[in-house]
Structures are given as structure tokens and as C-alpha cells.
């Protein structure tokens, strides 16, 4: 491939994303406009905006990759990334609108009257946000590694400076009109492409795909029965916890408007991952050699050059390149923005503009550090084990919260050390290669199965062990969590 097409492609990606947001920024006046857009968000433009930080290096890269490797049964991916909106619609998104809270610790707090229940889920957020981050600046690694032979570590670094550099300019306000073109764009990256890709496929005679390309990879995986259940518990119920996505529904109106705007969600993310798989499926037909050495997550990279060739098999991959890129800036720029957000309000001394400014690069060292260091793991396996550790704690936190009033401080403690901390533990375990094999490694590796029982049934028993702890304001927040907005108590002894 032409690496000029590439370069030039992944430098327009960079410069409309700081064109857009320097747009934001001369917007972005307040801490409530750097923090939720100062709440007026309309359902459709922050429905394309939560689209576009959820479709991360997983969605755009990984899903491909394993169904090149493993076939079918990896399409649970893309379903269960889907279907965890609906359970977000049906439990969670009008009432955590409803709550007033800027961020999870401060729906932990305002429903538990916590500092302590706070804390530990500031520290949650900061770890699931840090894991989830780690996955796309190695995507980024791999995609100019693979298209131009650029140091591995320099696709993260400039995912990561232009990502601070955005965040801390404008904030929530900034990063919307990012986050809803990038969708745009890497739809259109996918979608163009695979047309081509198909028509050359049948230009080709249809020939048919040669499964046994991956045999000796499928027969490597441990207990895929098991994997297949963690996989559909963790990404179901991981969804409604992820900070990125959680602090997007704070950015609507009311709760009227976070409904409408899952729903629109459920249609823009459904039609998306419709093609992926399509890059996973030709992938074994046009780039077999990727299972058997080379990452599989650069097959649509690698895609349109095999399939295609000439010219045009170069534009249409640098037009997936493009998307990539637009891809890794979303998910890291909405990730970066939900771990400042906790870092200013939680650990350092003030709350306003300039200290969230001092918590962007400090929210993006870590996770940088960690995509240098670790390697080798397909990057919708690393996004999966952050889903787990989301559906193990916050999941748990929120539905109870939102919807049982016996919940307590103690109650939601345990629930968070024993079944997000359990899983946390897990996924360090795993990435450290410490267990390979049996089914210790697979409990490890899809920890989703066992943690998440163990945070309801935590909460629930240390909940209903400790009845005199429950908070003298919960009758007050349940009101609020489930009546509209109109008809709420106020505080002040009328409604709204």
C-alpha cells in the first residue's frame, strides 16, 4: 500500500478532530460546559457522539480480527455490544439522567450519602477507564505500524497528544462535535470499502471460505462454551457502567431525552456492526497468512491492498485507515474525558477548568505507559475484560441503586471490593500471562460468569445485614430517579 494515501488520510483525521474541536472551544465557557455540555445535548447529535466513542479498536479492528481467527461464534461480540444498550434503555438511562449527577462517584454519593462508597468508585472508574484506554492506543500502534512501518509506539503517542490537547481545550462541549463526525466517518470507512471488497469477491466467482485456515488457532481456546457465556454476561451488563458512556447520558436534557437517545443508539451502533464481520469473513479468503503469524486484528487494514490492488486498493485503504484512526481518537477521547472528570473532582485540590486541564495528560500517562509495555493480546479480548469489570461493579451499583431502596453504604462497598475488585484482579492476572491454560485461565479470562452474582449477591446480603445504615435521603432520591422531571420534588418543597 501507498504509504502517502495512508499518511495523508490519518493527518486529515488529526486535523479536522482539533479543527472541530477548536469549534468547541469558543463554546465552552463554564465547568458545567466542560464537564456535561451544560445539559442541552439533543438526542440525535448525542446519540451519534456516544456512537462514536463506543466503537472503539474493538469494534473497528478486533471484531474482524476474531472472526478471522475463530469464526461464528465471535459475532456474540457485536451482539452483546448492541444488546447492552437495550438493557441500559429498559433500567438505567432516564433515571441516572434524572439523578443530576455529573459523573458515577457523584450518582455514588448523592444515593448513598458515601463519602467512602465515592472514593471507591472513583477509583473503579479510573482503573475500568485506564484498561479500556490501553487497547486503543495499541490500535493505533498497529494500524501505522502496519501501513507505513512507523515505530510501534507512535501511533499511541499521537493518539494520546491529540487527545489531551482536545479534551483539555474544550471539554464535554469540544469533544461532542468530535465524537458525532468521527461516527460519521468511520461508518463511511467501513461501509465504502466493503462494498468494493464484496463486489470484488463475486467478481472472484464467490469463492467459497476455507475454514481450516484457522483450525490450529480454534483448537487453542479453552472451555469457548464458558468464553461464549463470560463474553455475552460481561458486554450485556458491562455497557450501562462504562464511564464514557455513563457521563454521555449526564449531557441530555432530561430523561426524556436519554431514552429517545439510546434508542437512536441501538439504530446507529446496529448498522455499524453489520460490517465487520464482512472483514473477518473475506479476511480468510484474501489474507489467510494472518492467522498463522500476523496480528489478525490488521485484517481490514490489510484488506482492501490483497482483495483490490492498483490505486484503488490503496485509496480504500487509506479510507480505512482513516476510520481506524477516527476510531482510537473517539473512545480515547471520551474515556480521557470521564477518568479528568474524576481525577479533578476526587483527587486533586479544586474542581474548576483549570484543574480538569491539569488532569487530561494525567489521565492518559498511565494507560499510555501500559499499551508500551503490554503487547500481543487481540484488542477486543482487552476491551472485554474492561466490560467485565464494569458489569461486576457499576452494574450492580446502578441497578440497585436506581432501583432498590434497601440499599446501603456498607452493602454497595462490598459489592464493589468483592465483585469489581475480583474482576479487576482477574484481568491483571490474565494480561500478565501468570495462568495459561485450563480452566483457571478461562475463569480468569472471562471473569464475568462468577464476579457478577458475587457483586448483586454482596451488595444485596451486606445490604439486608445492615438495615439501620440505609440513607434518610433515599426515599427523596428514588422520587427524583423515577418521575419526570416536572413533577420531581425540587428541594424546596414544590416541583419543577
Keep these: 500500500m501507498s504509504q502517502s494515501y495512508t499518511v495523508t488520510a490519518v493527518t486529515t483525521v488529526v486535523l479536522a478532530t482539533v479543527l472541530i474541536g477548536g469549534f468547541g472551544l469558543r463554546i465552552s465557557r463554564t465547568t458545567s460546559d466542560f464537564y456535561v455540555a451544560s445539559r442541552t445535548v439533543k438526542p440525535a447529535l448525542n446519540a451519534a457522539a456516544i456512537s462514536g466513542e463506543y466503537l472503539s479498536a474493538a469494534s473497528f479492528l478486533g471484531i474482524a480480527g476474531l472472526v478471522l481467527l475463530h469464526g461464528p461464534d465471535m459475532l456474540w461480540y457485536p451482539v452483546g455490544y448492541t444488546a447492552g444498550y437495550l438493557v441500559l434503555l429498559v433500567f438505567v438511562a432516564a433515571p441516572l439522567r434524572r439523578s443530576g449527577a455529573y459523573t458515577l462517584p457523584d450518582f455514588a454519593e448523592g444515593r448513598l450519602e458515601s463519602l467512602a462508597v465515592r472514593r471507591l468508585v472513583s477509583v473503579l472508574v479510573v482503573g475500568a477507564g485506564w484498561l479500556y484506554l490501553v487497547p486503543q492506543l495499541q490500535g493505533a500502534g498497529l494500524t501505522l505500524t502496519t501501513l507505513t512501518g512507523a515505530p510501534y509506539w507512535f501511533g499511541g503517542v499521537l493518539v494520546a497528544l491529540v487527545v489531551v490537547v482536545s479534551v483539555a481545550a474544550g471539554g464535554m462541549r469540544s469533544i461532542t462535535f468530535v465524537q458525532a463526525f468521527q461516527y460519521w466517518l468511520k461508518l463511511t470507512a467501513l461501509l465504502v470499502p466493503a462494498i468494493f471488497l464484496l463486489l470484488a469477491w463475486q467478481g472472484d466467482g464467490r469463492p467459497r471460505l476455507d475454514l481450516a485456515v484457522t483450525r490450529d488457532v480454534v483448537g487453542r481456546v479453552d472451555h469457548p462454551l464458558?468464553?461464549?457465556?463470560?463474553?455475552?454476561?460481561?458486554?450485556?451488563?458491562?455497557?450501562?457502567?462504562?464511564?464514557?458512556?455513563?457521563?454521555?447520558?449526564?449531557?441530555?436534557?432530561?430523561?426524556?431525552?436519554?431514552?429517545?437517545t439510546t434508542v437512536v443508539v441501538l439504530a446507529l451502533i446496529g448498522a455499524f456492526y453489520l460490517l465487520p464481520p464482512v472483514y473477518g469473513a473475506l479476511g480468510r479468503l484474501y489474507v489467510p497468512e494472518l492467522p498463522l503469524g500476523t496480528d489478525a486484528d490488521a485484517a481490514v487494514l490489510l484488506l482492501p491492498e490483497h482483495a483490490i490492488g492498483g490505486v484503488g486498493g490503496d485509496l480504500l485503504g487509506a479510507l480505512v485507515a482513516g476510520g481506524a484512526f477516527a476510531a482510537f481518537l473517539s473512545t480515547a477521547s471520551g474515556l480521557t474525558m470521564a477518568v479528568a472528570g474524576v481525577l479533578t473532582q476526587d483527587v486533586l485540590p479544586s474542581r474548576g477548568v483549570r484543574h480538569f486541564r491539569l488532569a487530561t495528560p494525567l489521565?492518559?500517562?498511565?494507560?499510555?505507559?501500559?499499551?508500551?509495555?503490554?503487547?500481543?493480546?487481540?484488542?477486543?479480548?482487552?476491551?472485554?475484560?474492561?466490560?467485565a469489570v464494569s458489569a461486576s461493579s457499576f452494574c450492580p451499583l446502578l441497578v440497585l441503586g436506581i432501583w432498590w431502596r434497601r440499599l446501603t453504604p456498607q452493602g454497595a462497598v462490598a459489592g464493589l471490593l468483592l465483585g469489581g475488585g475480583l474482576a479487576f484482579i482477574a484481568t491483571l492476572v490474565t494480561v500478565s500471562g501468570t495462568v495459561s491454560g485450563g480452566w483457571a485461565h478461562a475463569l480468569l479470562a472471562w471473569p464475568a460468569v462468577w464476579s457478577v452474582p458475587v457483586g448483586f449477591l454482596s451488595m444485596i446480603l451486606v445490604s439486608l445485614a445492615t438495615p439501620h445504615r440505609i440513607p434518610p435521603g433515599t426515599n427523596a432520591a428514588m422520587t427524583r430517579f423515577h418521575l419526570p422531571e416536572a413533577l420531581a420534588p425540587d428541594g424546596r418543597g414544590g416541583t419543577r
Aim: aromatic residues 10%.
Design 363 to 387: 489521565a492518559m500517562g498511565a494507560p499510555l505507559g501500559g499499551s508500551l509495555l503490554i503487547s500481543g493480546m487481540p484488542v477486543a479480548d482487552s476491551v472485554g475484560m474492561a466490560f
Design 226 to 260: 464458558y468464553a461464549t457465556y463470560g463474553l455475552i454476561v460481561a458486554t450485556f451488563l458491562g455497557t450501562m457502567g462504562l464511564p464514557h458512556v455513563v457521563v454521555r447520558f449526564y449531557t441530555s436534557p432530561n430523561g426524556q431525552a436519554a431514552r429517545r
